[in-house]
């Protein structure tokens, strides 16, 4: 079932933490609420959860709403039967992985199940022969596995996940992020999931809904997202941007779409070399485009600072701004 919001809106006393907002989390989707700090992304998943309650709006999972101003009805947090994951795990310290993933099961009166249920779990996360241990004797991975189990094991309609990976170290960071996503999509859950991280929202995602100031400026799949910004603060909190009218901000283009050689439909632009930064797979310069500002693009050999030269731009590959919104001027 689809969770459906409309007009949902939540002021923390001149805090306007989000603007009177409509939004469809699809059934089997993992979705991102993405923003940068203060967006109010939490505050929209707190919600949701039943954690905070919202000053006006209505919520409803398909046909069952769990909030409505207009009605005065707030379902408390545990009959949403939501799952949910959190930064800092929130494990039971005095339970054993066991029993943490148990819990859930335990509160809801299903005993009969629960010691398959739990097992399933478990294997699933990979944590076979460390059901006995308490989470102080988990490395953070673990851990964070053991929160998911025990989110996933109920079986929920919709699992919420707050910010799950940015308590761990960089590599392990990546490794969950596949590991999670193919989890997700394996048992078929629908997830919403915040961050701040562009690259975690990129590549786990079905949908992105970017958030800025309290609003939704733009939501789509991550490659509409990507090539199809909408406003120019979408272009430029995911990934790169060169801007063809740097005061309009309208007319953008990707640092991949930046071109060495000469072609069929194709422009020239001129520019000089202001700094060089070696990726390991290439190099990302920047370059001083006169009135055009700063660009940045990427080549396969190192280039000396200060070297003037040509570069080429598809006019295909420019993308027009024409939606423009103003909530993220504000
Ligand atoms: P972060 O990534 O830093 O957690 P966020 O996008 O999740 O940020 P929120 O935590 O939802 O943002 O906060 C949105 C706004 O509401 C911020 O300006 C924040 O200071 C404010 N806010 C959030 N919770 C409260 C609260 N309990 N009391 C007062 N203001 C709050």
């Known amino acids: 079932m689809d969770l459906v919001i409309r007009g949902l809106e939540k002021k923390f006393g001149s805090t306007q933490a989000l603007h009177p907002t409509d939004l469809t989390i699809r059934k089997g989707s993992f979705t991102t609420l993405l923003g940068p700090s203060g967006c109010g992304k939490t505050t929209l998943l707190r919600m949701i959860a039943g954690l905070e309650t919202p000053d006006r709006g209505d919520i409803r999972l398909g046909e069952e709403v769990i909030f409505s101003s207009a009605q005065r009805l707030e379902k408390a947090p545990r009959r949403r039967g939501f799952g949910m994951v959190f930064q800092d795990f929130a494990l039971w310290p005095h339970m054993t992985v066991f029993e943490n993933i148990a819990f859930g099961l335990r509160a809801a009166g299903r005993s009969k199940e629960l010691k398959t249920a739990v097992q399933e779990a478990v294997e699933m996360v990979r944590l076979e022969g460390m059901e006995q241990r308490y989470p102080h004797q988990l490395s953070g991975g673990q851990q964070q596995r053991v929160a998911f189990a025990r989110a996933v094991v109920t079986k929920p309609q919709l699992v919420l996940f707050d910010e799950p990976l940015s308590a761990l170290d960089a590599m392990l960071r990546d490794e969950l992020r596949m590991e999670l996503t193919s989890l997700v999509r394996g048992i078929g859950l629908t997830a919403l999931y915040v961050t701040h991280d562009q690259l975690e929202a990129m590549s786990m995602s079905d949908e992105i809904i970017v958030m800025q100031a309290g609003r939704v400026i733009q939501a789509g799949r991550p490659e509409d997202i990507y090539h199809r910004p909408s406003h120019p603060f979408v272009a430029r909190f995911i990934g790169k941007s060169n801007w063809l009218d740097r005061d309009k901000e ?74 423009l919104r103003e909530a993220a001027n504000q």
């Open 250 to 323: 309208r007319l953008v283009i990707r640092p991949e779409q930046i071109r060495w050689a000469h072609g069929p439909g194709t422009d020239a632009y001129r520019g000089s070399v202001r700094s060089i930064s070696y990726l390991g797979d290439r190099y990302e310069i920047q370059l001083d485009m006169g009135s055009l500002g700063t660009w940045t693009a990427y080549h396969r050999e190192r280039m000396p600072i200060g070297r003037e030269l040509e570069i080429y731009v598809a006019r295909e590959d420019i993308h027009e701004i024409t939606t």
